[in-house]
Antibody, heavy 118, light 107 residues
Framework: DVQLVESGGGLVQPGGSLRLSCTAS????????MHWVRQVPGKGLVWVSRISPDGSSPTYADSVKGRFTISRDNAENTLFLQMKGLRVDDAAVYYC???????????WGQGTLVAVSS | DIQMTQSPSTLAASVGDRVTITCRAS??????LAWYQQKPGKAPKLLIY???SLENGVPSRFSGSGSGTEFTLTISSLQPDDFATYHC?????????FGQGTKLEIK
C-alpha cells in the first residue's frame, strides 16, 4: 500500500526555522511529482510547493517563495520542506501529497502540525 | 493566479437528498478540476478528477460535471458517510488552487 508519513512539525517562534519530512513507501518514489499542501484547522487547503521526480524543478506559492525550499532524497524515499523566516500565518497542518498519473494529489499523508507563536 | 469560488460554504441536507456543490474558476481551466472529500482530522480523499472521472472505489452516487469556468459535484442520494467537507481543486496551472470548501451537514 502507498504510505506517506510526515514528521518534523512543532512549535516555533516567529522568524524561526523548521524542516518537515515526508517518508514514502509502497511505490517507486523517484517516479512521481510530489507536493506540500497546508491547511489552517477549520479552513481551506492551500497548495505550497511541488517538485519534479528528479528534483530539478521546484516551484512555490508566492506566499512562501524565498522562505521555503522543497527538496527530495530519492535514495531515501523522502521529501523535505525547509521553512525559514516563519510567520504566524504559516501555522497550519502540512500535508505531503503525490500526483499519481492523471490523479492530482492522489495520495496524502496524515499531516504534521506547525505552530508559530512567541 | 486562478481563483476558485466554491458555493455554498455550508449545506444542510438529509440522508437520501440529492445535493449539488458548485465551483467557479476565475478563468478557463478546461476540465482540469478535481473534487476531494475531507473528514475531521483526516487528509482529503480524491473523489473526482478531470471534472467528471470517478476515482477507483468511489461510489457511483458521486458525479462531477462542467468545463471552462463552472463545475458541479453532485451526490445523488446522500448517505450517512457523506457528511464531510468537500473541496474543489484546479490543476490547470502549476500553481494549483482550491476552493474554500463546502461543509455538508446533517439537517
Amino acid at each position: 500500500d502507498v504510505q506517506l508519513v510526515e514528521s518534523g512539525g512543532g512549535l516555533v517562534q516567529p522568524g524561526g526555522s523548521l524542516r518537515l519530512s515526508c517518508t514514502a513507501s509502497g511505490f517507486t518514489f523517484s517516479h512521481y511529482w510530489m507536493h506540500w499542501v497546508r491547511q489552517v484547522p477549520g479552513k481551506g487547503l492551500v497548495w505550497v510547493s511541488r517538485i519534479s521526480p528528479d528534483g530539478s524543478s521546484p516551484t512555490y506559492a508566492d506566499s512562501v517563495k524565498g522562505r521555503f525550499t522543497i527538496s527530495r532524497d530519492n535514495a531515501e524515499n523522502t521529501l523535505f520542506l525547509q521553512m525559514k523566516g516563519l510567520r504566524v500565518d504559516d501555522a497550519a497542518v502540512y500535508y505531503c501529497a503525490r500526483d499519481f498519473g492523471e490523479l492530482p494529489f492522489g495520495n496524502w499523508g496524515q499531516g504534521t502540525l506547525v505552530a508559530v507563536s512567541s | 493566479d486562478i481563483q476558485m469560488t466554491q458555493s455554498p460554504s455550508t449545506l444542510a441536507a438529509s440522508v437520501g437528498d440529492r445535493v449539488t456543490i458548485t465551483c467557479r474558476a476565475s478563468q478557463s481551466i478546461s476540465t482540469w478540476l478535481a473534487w476531494y472529500q475531507q473528514k475531521p482530522g483526516k487528509a482529503p480523499k480524491l473523489l473526482i478528477y478531470k471534472a467528471s472521472s470517478l476515482e477507483n472505489g468511489v461510489p457511483s452516487r458521486f458525479s462531477g460535471s462542467g468545463s471552462g469556468t463552472e463545475f458541479t459535484l453532485t451526490i445523488s442520494s446522500l448517505q450517512p458517510d457523506d457528511f464531510a467537507t468537500y473541496h474543489c481543486l484546479q490543476y490547470n496551472t502549476f500553481a494549483r488552487s482550491f476552493g474554500q470548501g463546502t461543509k455538508l451537514e446533517i439537517k
